[in-house]
């Protein structure tokens, strides 16, 4: 079955760090970029980073750079994202999420059900 | 930072009706547009890419266009099952951008 679980979410104090996990099974992991994504309550969707498929390829929105670092372990089919200084507004749905790029056009075909975080006091 | 536009954030409609969506673009991005649809409690699904493609096991009632910077995803003879929040999402430069969705409601 093709998927994306993810994992790691939970409930955690402002300034503490968190590791999220998303397992893929059902294609060839080590071929896709992978993105993460967040829906913070009441928001919109908010793109946070890539990772192209052998990993050597980074990018991060620009408010994001310095807390969020996103790795992967294609021996393991795995994608994470490691988020370090943790802030209330950091509180919403962890998507993760595989992009398709074919011959030059670049989209989002699967996603997750995504983890939640929730940043309090 | 390209913005994307999405409007209505809200529509009323009921089954069997056709209802269109629309997105702008802060600026050109080409075809690289992406219509999605949400569920609550579900993972968000691809309808259409590249502006006009139909994602495959996607029924053809969906269909997108485009004229310019703007994008319209429609729905031809809604069906139940096609209430839900719909988000379009530019891939033409990072950081990629979504509209801020539109619910379908009855």
């Known amino acids: 079955q093709v998927q994306l679980v993810a994992s790691g979410g939970g409930l955690v104090k402002p300034g503490e760090s968190l590791r999220l996990s998303c397992a893929a099974s059902g294609f060839t992991f080590s071929d896709y970029y992978m993105s993460w994504i967040r829906q913070a309550p009441g928001r919109g969707l908010e793109w946070l980073s890539y990772i192209s498929a052998t990993g050597n390829t980074i990018s991060y929105a620009g408010s994001e750079e310095g807390r969020f670092t996103i790795s992967r372990d294609n021996a393991k089919n795995s994608l994470f994202l490691q988020v370090n200084s943790l802030r209330v507004e950091d509180t919403a749905l962890y998507y993760c999420?595989?992009?398709?790029?074919?011959?030059?056009?670049?989209?989002?075909?699967?996603w997750g059900q995504g983890t939640l975080v929730t940043v309090s006091s | 930072d390209i913005q994307m536009t999405q409007s209505p954030s809200s529509l009323s409609a009921s089954v069997g009706d056709r209802v269109t969506i629309t997105c702008r673009a802060s600026?050109?991005?080409?075809?690289?547009l992406s219509w999605y649809q949400h569920k609550p409690g579900k993972a968000p699904k691809l309808l259409i890419y590249?502006?006009?493609n139909l994602q495959s096991g996607v029924p053809s009632r969906f269909s997108g266009s485009r004229s310019g910077t703007d994008f319209t995803l429609t729905i031809n003879s809604l069906q139940p099952e096609d209430f839900a929040t719909y988000f379009c999402?530019?891939?033409?430069?990072?950081?990629?951008?979504f509209g801020q969705g539109t619910k379908l409601e009855i």
């Open positions: 999420v595989r992009e398709r790029r074919a011959t030059g056009i670049y989209y989002f075909d699967l």
């Open positions: 590249a502006a006009s």
């Open positions: 600026q050109s991005i080409a075809i690289y």
């Open positions: 999402q530019q891939s033409y430069s990072t950081p990629y951008s």
